[in-house]
DNA sequence: GAATATTTAAACAAAG
DNA sequence: GCTTTGTTTAAATATT
């Protein structure tokens, strides 16, 4: 399989730098075999160059398509004459069809201009760097090429971006955010279709090159899928395109309810002996090569000390590997002052989630006692995971602006802190989580654990329908699925294939080789975050299970404490409720997906079958 | 604005 | 005596 990333920044320097860290980053995450199919990077003063020396916007056009069959051309005010190219397809770029990704706003407009931005229809990933000619980062912006799908166009990351030196923290994060965009897409992102004679790379050795929407696609595929979207509305298309997590949705489903958590860490399981990654211990590099070492990660300490101690094959650990952890994965704290430690420590004591354990004789950890995960809180701090990570404050960062028209759920951290090995590796597993999926719908099948990809807010929907929307979704993306790689069997064994790697790896056909998982990161964590579906209240978040509060027995809390617990049991109750009328509606929207998918299936074959004349009456 | 969550700092004691 | 670990308290800040 061959990526094509489309990047785009406004220095030419810029953008070949941009260019040589993803194409690194990739390299070094995909193994020496895989290959990026980096291509086209015209921007807007390739555009205007080539215009002067070729005299044609033909030419640009064709070249793009010789270097890989797509394009992003972006166009400032004085590119009118281009844009009536693009325009009218009667013109010179009647060869290849460009579509309208959308009118920039926002970061870019204050950048170079650029206010619109065209490419070729399946473009699925985007990024535009503006960057000075010092090299610096001044902002970026990374989306689907659907126009709707901002991912980053956050300004207190631009903001961020620009205080850091273009190779020092700010290209990774843009090499990173390809990982987020990865998790995005895995679950909607089906076999690709490549035009022969094209290289192709093992999907299971590239996480990136495996996350990126190809731009080759084969004709009659093409063809076909394109007939099958016309079919639909464009209000199905969207839910075809962003909700293939039915095979998720549906396995979520079956799981909800179900309080214990399933345990597959590679340690027990003995599958870590395939990881391709070699684990952060290991490997001369740091786990997170790209962290921004001046950027705090945005996880609580209780989070990172669950992940520590997750991460220990014995699921216990003294403090001081816990700091060895955090330190070896977060090289922030390596400069940070070390009260971190402190608070490590006051997290361990005071919160009921982790426990000591009875020293080993036999074992000799020196000082201190042994921590661990207390079970009965597990599941707590899974979701506290699972839910939006606190952000810590950092008086060093601008305060969110209070612009009504950014959401302050744009104003996150990047997910999984860019560079972290839950991001950078494992951020496609992790990411995927399709908690909400069935609580918000099709457009938040992209959000993850971490909010930062959380699609821009949308109007509340109640988990019925959008149960049923994903379920629906799914099917049709299935039925697309289908089509695109004339398999529906196969096709329906993976997506129905509810297990673990075919979570993890929907295009792998090995979850042992996918290149994403990372090792460092406990497959059981992961895993479980993706199994644990049941929605907490905010506040039985991890903090709500401090000692203290959960030492202090319920008759003695005050009247309106009290209260507040009775209300919070009842919604329990009635989520339980509501659950299984959701599972319900789910399995009535499953039946008659089939139905409908039988008789999609019957069209397609139709379809095929009268292609399949066509062409036997032209040869003829 | 209140309640809550989290971080940070500090003091202190105990253990190695 | 020093360092590390563990506990506790309090204040500050962010989030809900």
Redesign the pocket.
């Known amino acids: 399989m061959t990526a094509v990333v489309m990047c785009e920044a406004s220095t030419k320097g810029g953008r070949k730098r941009v260019l040589d860290v993803l194409l690194m980053r990739l390299q070094r995450n995909c193994g020496n075999e895989s290959s990026l199919g980096t291509r086209g990077t015209l921007g807007v003063g390739d555009v205007a160059s080539h215009k002067s020396t070729e005299g044609s916007y033909r030419s640009i056009v064709s070249e793009i398509r010789g270097l890989g069959g797509s394009a992003v051309l972006s166009l400032t005010s004085e590119s009118r004459g281009l844009r009536t190219s693009l325009e009218n397809p009667e013109a010179e770029c009647s060869q290849v069809t460009f579509t309208k990704l959308r009118s920039d706003k926002g970061v870019r407009e204050r950048g170079n201009g650029v206010n619109e931005c065209w490419g070729l229809p399946g473009l699925s990933l985007w990024a535009s760097v503006l960057s000075n000619s010092n090299g610096k980062v001044l902002a970026w912006n990374l989306q689907d090429c659907d126009g709707e799908r901002d991912r980053l166009l956050d300004e207190k990351h631009a903001v961020d971006l620009i205080e850091s030196p273009l190779q020092a923290g700010g290209l990774d994060d843009l090499a990173s955010s390809f990982s987020l965009c990865e998790s995005c897409q895995l679950g909607r992102m089906g076999p690709v279709v490549m035009p022969p004679g094209k290289k192709v790379v093992d999907p299971s050795s590239g996480s990136l090159a495996r996350a990126l929407t190809p731009l080759y696609q084969d004709t009659e595929a093409d063809d076909l899928s394109l007939s099958l979207s016309a079919s639909l509305s464009r209000a199905q298309d969207e839910e075809l395109t962003s909700l293939s997590w039915l095979h998720e949705s549906t396995d979520l489903l079956t799981r909800m309810g179900h309080s214990g958590l399933r345990s597959v860490s590679p340690v027990q399981d003995g599958s870590a002996g395939n990881e391709p990654s070699p684990s952060p211990s290991s490997s001369p590099e740091p786990s997170f090569p790209c962290t921004g070492p001046s950027r705090?990660p945005p996880?609580?300490?209780?989070?990172?000390i669950f992940m520590a101690i997750e991460d220990a094959p014995s699921k216990r650990l003294?403090?001081?590997d816990i700091?060895g952890w955090i330190l070896e994965h977060f090289p922030y704290f390596a400069s940070?002052?070390?009260?971190?430690?402190?608070?490590v420590?006051?997290?361990?004591?005071?919160?009921k989630c982790f426990k000591?354990v009875d020293?080993d004789r036999s074992q000799s950890i020196?000082?201190?006692?042994?921590?661990s995960i207390d079970p009965d809180y597990r599941h707590n701090l899974i979701q506290?995971l699972k839910?939006?990570p606190?952000?810590?404050?950092?008086?060093r960062l601008p305060?969110?602006s209070t612009s009504p028209s950014v959401s302050?759920q744009q104003?996150?951290s990047p997910p999984l802190w860019p560079g972290s090995a839950l991001f950078g590796k494992n951020g496609g597993v992790l990411l995927q989580v399709p908690q909400r999926v069935i609580q918000h719908g099709s457009h938040v099948a992209a959000q993850g654990l971490f909010?930062v990809i959380r699609p821009l807010p949308l109007s509340p929907v109640s988990k019925r329908t959008t149960a049923v929307r994903s379920a629906l979704g799914d099917f049709l993306s299935r039925a697309k699925h289908s089509v695109l790689i004339e398999s529906p069997s196969n096709c329906d064994e993976q997506q129905e294939d509810h297990t673990y790697s075919s979570w993890q790896c929907p295009l792998s056909s090995s979850p042992s080789t996918c290149p994403t998982q990372d090792s460092s990161i406990p497959r059981t964590l992961s895993t479980e975050l993706k199994l644990e579906q049941k929605d907490f209240p905010?506040?039985?978040?991890?903090?709500?299970w401090?000692?203290?509060?959960l030492q202090t027995p319920r008759d003695t809390l005050p009247l309106?404490?009290r209260r507040?617990e009775n209300i919070l049991v009842k919604e329990e109750e009635d989520e339980e409720e509501e659950d299984e009328e959701m599972k319900e509606a789910a399995g009535s929207l499953l039946h008659l997906a089939g139905v409908v998918r039988s008789s999609l299936s019957k069209k397609i074959i139709k379809v095929q079958k009268e292609l399949k004349e066509e062409d036997g009456e032209l040869e003829q």
């Open positions: 705090k996880y609580s300490f209780s989070c990172l003294p403090v001081k700091y940070a002052p070390t009260g971190w430690k402190n608070s420590r006051h997290n361990l004591s005071l919160n000591k020293k020196g000082k201190g006692s042994l921590w506290a839910k939006t606190y952000q810590p404050y950092s008086p305060k969110p302050p104003y996150h909010p905010l506040d039985r978040r991890l903090g709500m401090t000692k203290g509060h309106k404490k507040a």
